[in-house]
């Protein structure tokens, strides 16, 4: 009987630890806002002939992301667009990468549009986490952003131009 006691009780301290972890798939939800300041360092333009202003192309941004609570990443993102000027999609990639060595991905699509009485063109849309690194390793969710350029890329000027997004993102860190 004794022995059939102690089992029982292990077997119930065993069910109540089980309890107290969580359950898998009910990691806290989280969220992030950063504001990605970048530079376009290169562009690859082609001009389509079924229109005067058809161009499709890839794009590359590099600059720093800057979070709400002080922390800084480095910000790369490189794309492609497909734009009937002034306004079209794009769809690409974009890697966060801080000092620690931690870092997350995702990928997004959006468009490009102008504001009414603006040059300037500004972009919104919509991404998932593919991917994440140290203290961000097992990321999932959803991130949306919403900006514009600070200067426009003017292809017979030759300049490539520089840009403001805000990012905001829900995650859960899946481990």
């Known amino acids: 009987m004794t022995k059939l006691v102690g089992l029982a009780i292990v077997g119930m301290s065993a069910a109540a630890l089980l309890s107290l972890s ?10 992030m806002t950063f504001k990605a300041i970048s530079h376009i360092p290169q562009v690859h333009l082609m001009h ?45 990639y974009v890697r966060v990468a801080f000092q620690d060595g931690s870092s997350f991905d995702f ?34 969710g959803s991130i949306t952003y919403d900006g514009g350029y600070v200067t426009a890329y003017d292809e017979e000027k030759e300049e490539v131009g520089d840009s403001l997004v805000t990012y905001e993102a829900t995650y859960t860190l899946e481990k």
């Open 22 to 31: 969580p359950a898998p798939g009910s990691a806290q939800e989280m969220q």
């Open 48 to 92: 389509l002939v079924d229109a005067e202003n058809h161009v499709i192309g890839i794009y590359e941004h590099q600059g720093v992301a800057l979070f709400e609570n002080g922390e800084a990443g480095t910000f790369e993102d490189m794309g492609s667009f497909d734009m009937y000027v002034p306004t079209g999609t794009h769809a690409g």
């Open 107 to 140: 990928k997004y699509n959006g468009e490009e549009y102008r504001k009414e009485g603006s040059d300037l063109p500004f972009v919104r849309g919509e991404g998932t986490f593919m991917k994440g690194t140290g203290r961000y390793e097992g990321i999932q």
